[in-house]
């Protein structure tokens, strides 16, 4: 009793992105799926405050095999990496990915399909579309220039010892005449 309790906490995957394959009929099938906030919650991501996604899914099966290719596009809030205030990123990518149907581990070619037996009546996109949109999260993740919130970047510049001001005046040759005007305001 007690070793279920603790797997139905540790598992992740989520009711809402399982796709019925048992009994799906050869060819192309669509699927629409929201995705927001919770949903990167339930996964213990502190990055992403919030979304707002869709994802178009379009699934071909074939016989012994199934293709998946999602089109995901939305925004999701996350904190500026300037200012700390809430930015919403904007989402526009597609992803696919391969399935095979084999009960043998041998069978296992490696990165280019994902195994699944044979015998297995539903198909999880969780995981797959967690780590699309995560991969696809821009490095820096900033307010469009002259949005960021001012008061906040001058608070936290004060903080710092305006450390990113000093390297900002070392690496550009406007630095030091920046640092004089920055100065005189
Ligand atoms: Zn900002």
């Not at 989520?14 to 929201?34: C, E, M, R, S, V």
């Not at 008061?151 to 510049?157: F, P, Q, S, T, V």
């Amino acid at each position: 009793m007690h070793a279920l309790k603790l797997r139905a906490v540790e598992m992740v995957g989520n009711k809402d992105f399982i796709i019925q394959i048992k009994g799906l009929q050869i060819g192309k099938h669509q699927y629409d799926f929201p995705i927001c906030g919770s949903f990167f919650k339930d996964y213990g991501n502190s990055q992403i405050l919030d979304a707002s996604l869709e994802a178009d899914v379009e699934l071909e099966k074939g016989s012994g095999w199934m293709n998946v290719s999602a089109y995901i596009e939305g925004t999701v809030t996350v904190e500026c990496d300037r200012c700390l205030d809430d930015v919403e990123i904007p989402m526009d990518f597609e992803c696919s990915m391969a399935v095979k149907f084999s009960s043998s581990v041998e069978d296992d070619e490696g990165d280019e399909f994902i195994i699944m037996d044979p015998a297995d009546s539903e198909l999880d996109l969780s995981q797959f579309l967690y780590d699309y949109v995560c991969l696809n999260l821009p490095l820096q993740k900033v307010h469009p220039e002259g949005e960021c919130n001012r008061e906040m970047i001058e608070r936290l510049g004060n903080v710092n010892g305006n450390r990113a001001g000093a390297e900002a005046q070392v690496n550009s040759p406007f630095g030091a005449l920046k640092g004089l005007l920055d100065k005189k305001n």
